[in-house]
């Protein structure tokens, strides 16, 4: 016997598990992609070593988690961005593809399972990020921490980048990751305050501008890090805009990318923004100060960090 299987129900039912949160809003049926839009799919066998790599360590990835487009190129490199403390977010953000919901207890063995798999794909540089764990006293921080920590025994020539949470209201969070020493702290702003509302209803936007300037105080040698996505229904003076909040941070490095609609469920897609339109913005922010601008449709945070990192070091040392 043969039993067929309806796939779209089945789809609608996970992300309903998924994003239970999401589930009273109205479809919002996705713009077609242009043609400028195309990525390769994975399946080569470097993508599948990552994999197998990723699976025997029992680690969470965001290229898996968040859905990225980019999983087949980085994979494929055996650049794997990890997601740590779990794959359950305390937020709901109107964009994100992170599954919602109340976290399990923090796996005090994970720092070591990352380092271990860090060391085996033999990374030069590696970006860590996590879900929002607002449960937690420390919104995870020394879990953060502890992960450096242990990357630093287990590949000491590996580069770190963090990407983290807000840490709103959480005192002295911030302060536990900066002593570890990442090399890059990252902290998606992710779109302009206008619509802080709507897609990012749990955060606030001048506490995370302020989170990035804090970082700079506590040790001014950490290369700051901050991202956007557009096509939310921003305007071009919003940018620019928050081009100048971010250098008032002295944030070093902008990157800004072409928001993707996950599910029916999630934030319309207002507009996809030109190659020639991202190419206009990377050239003001380079105007504006930036050490280094990534601006492309298909630019994610850790795209490409590893060489990023390299030309934020030269820009640096350009600039002194």
Same mark, same amino acid.
């Given at each position: ?43 080569? +066998? ?30 494929? +490199?055996r650049h794997a961005t990890m997601m740590i403390m779990g794959e ?27 380092? $271990? ?16 764990? $607002? ?47 990442? $090399? ?56 620019l805009q928050l081009m100048d909040d971010l250098r008032s941070a ?20 207002? +507009? ?15 105007? +504006? ?32």
């Amino acid at each position: 016997m043969v039993t067929l299987i309806d796939n779209k129900k089945r789809n609608n039912t996970n992300q309903a598990l998924r994003h239970p949160e999401k589930q009273k809003r109205p479809d919002s049926i996705p713009l077609r992609k242009p043609d400028w839009i195309r990525v390769k799919a994975p399946g080569s +066998k470097d993508y599948q070593t990552t994999r197998d790599i990723v699976r025997e360590h029992k680690l969470t990835t965001v290229c898996e988690e968040a859905a990225c487009p980019n999983i087949g190129e980085c994979w494929e +490199k055996r650049h794997a961005t990890m997601m740590i403390m779990g794959e359950i977010c305390t937020r709901a953000c109107a964009f994100c593809n992170v599954r919602t919901g109340l976290p399990l207890s923090l796996d005090h063995d994970e720092p070591t399972r990352v380092a $271990d798999a860090v060391a085996k794909l033999g990374l030069n540089h590696i970006v860590i990020t996590s879900v929002d764990r $607002d449960d937690l006293a420390d919104g995870g921080a020394a879990h953060f921490a502890k992960v450096i920590t242990s990357i630093r025994s287990a590949a000491p020539e590996t580069s770190i980048e963090v990407l983290t949470p807000d840490f709103l209201r959480k005192e002295g969070a911030l302060e536990l990751v900066v002593e570890a020493k990442p $090399d890059v702290f990252n902290h998606n702003l992710e779109t302009v305050p206008r619509l802080y509302l709507d897609i990012r209803p749990g955060a606030r936007y001048f506490h995370s501008i302020r989170l990035l300037q804090k970082v700079k105080e506590l040790d001014p040698m950490i290369f700051t890090k901050s991202g956007i996505m557009v096509g939310l229904g921003e305007e071009r003076k919003e940018i620019l805009q928050l081009m100048d909040d971010l250098r008032s941070a002295d944030v070093d490095f902008i990157t800004i990318g072409q928001y993707l609609q996950p599910t029916l469920k999630h934030a319309p897609i207002a +507009k996809f923004l030109t190659p020639e339109e991202f190419k206009s913005l990377e050239q003001v922010a380079y105007s +504006k100060g930036f050490l280094k601008a990534s601006c492309s449709p298909l630019t994610r945070s850790s795209h490409h960090a590893g060489e990023d990192f390299e030309k934020l070091k030269q820009a640096r040392a350009t600039k002194q």
